[in-house]
């Protein structure tokens, strides 16, 4: 994954071929903001831009930035995957809930190297 971080913000960048650049997009905020640059330099100096004028124009609406999460949300998957996550939690004396969580937990920082 292609992450560029600024000021505890994070944004996903992505080759456009069509227009030959790249393209970053702000991720986690309650709207939509994005940038474009043809090198790492270029990128990081649109990455700031963009985000100060998303936060002006937040602050200026009173709003704010940043998506907020609850900390809660259903997954669905297979009766047969919830029956074996249940007996592996089980036996390792945990709850699915925390083994749902630690895999999360790993899965998001392997992903982020």
Same mark, same amino acid.
């Given at each position: 994954?292609?992450?560029? &971080? *600024? =000021?505890?913000?994070?944004?996903? !960048?992505?080759?456009? /071929? =069509?227009? =030959?650049? $790249?393209? +970053?997009?702000?991720? +986690?905020?309650?709207? +939509? ?6 090198? /790492? =330099?270029? *990128?990081?100096?649109?990455? @700031?831009?963009? *985000? ?6 937040? #602050?200026?609406?009173?709003?704010? /930035?940043?998506?907020?999460?609850? +900390?809660? $949300?259903? %997954?669905? !998957? /297979? ?7 249940? %007996? ?5 004396? #945990?709850?699915?809930?925390? *083994?749902? #969580?630690?895999?999360?937990? &790993? $899965?998001?920082?392997? @992903?982020?190297?």
């Amino acid at each position: 994954m292609n992450i560029m &971080t *600024l =000021d505890d913000y994070h944004a996903k !960048i992505e080759y456009d /071929p =069509d227009i =030959d650049m $790249f393209r +970053g997009e702000i991720l +986690g905020l309650n709207g +939509g903001a994005d940038f474009y640059g043809s090198n /790492p =330099d270029e *990128l990081r100096k649109e990455f @700031s831009n963009s *985000l100060k004028v998303f936060l002006e124009v937040c #602050k200026e609406k009173g709003i704010s /930035p940043r998506r907020s999460y609850s +900390g809660k $949300f259903n %997954l669905r !998957i /297979p009766v047969e995957l919830h029956e074996k996550l249940a %007996l592996v939690a089980e036996a390792e004396g #945990k709850s699915i809930n925390l *083994l749902a #969580k630690e895999a999360l937990q &790993t $899965f998001v920082q392997q @992903s982020a190297r």
